[in-house]
C-alpha cells in the first residue's frame, strides 16, 4: 500500500503529464502545413478583406488590426467567424472553416498581417 505523501505526489505527476499532453495537443490541431496556411491567408485578405478593407484597416466591416485584436478572447472572436454577427452584413462561416482554422486567423489578425 502507497503511503498517502507518495500517493499524492505519484497523482500530481500524473496531472501535470495530463496538463502537457493538452497543451501540447492543441498547440499542434492549430498547425497547418505551408499550402493550407496560405489558402487561409488568401482567405483572410480576399475574402474577409473585402469587407474589412484589404488591409483590415475597416470599411463596411470594423478595422480588424492588432491593436484592436490583442485583449479580445480568441474563443469568442472565432465564434463570431463561425456564427457571424446576426442583423448585420457578417455572414457565418462554419460551412467552410473549421474551429482550428477560424482559431488560425484569429492568430494571424493578432499578430498582423505582413504584407
Not at 488560425?104 to 498582423?112: N, R, S, T
Amino acid at each position: 500500500m502507497l503511503r498517502k505523501p507518495r500517493a499524492l505526489k505519484m497523482i500530481a505527476t500524473i496531472f501535470s503529464i495530463i496538463a502537457i499532453l493538452i497543451a501540447i495537443t492543441t498547440t499542434q490541431s492549430r498547425a497547418f502545413d505551408s499550402a493550407h496556411e496560405a489558402e487561409l491567408l488568401n482567405l483572410l485578405v480576399q475574402d474577409c478583406g473585402s469587407c474589412h478593407g484589404l488591409t483590415m484597416k475597416g470599411g463596411l466591416g470594423s478595422a480588424l488590426l492588432p491593436e484592436n485584436m490583442i485583449e479580445r478572447d480568441s474563443e469568442f472572436l472565432a465564434d463570431i467567424i463561425l456564427e457571424g454577427i446576426p442583423e448585420t452584413p457578417m455572414p457565418p462561416w462554419k460551412s467552410q472553416l473549421s474551429r482550428e482554422e477560424a482559431l488560425w486567423i484569429v492568430e494571424k489578425l493578432k499578430q498582423g498581417l505582413k504584407p
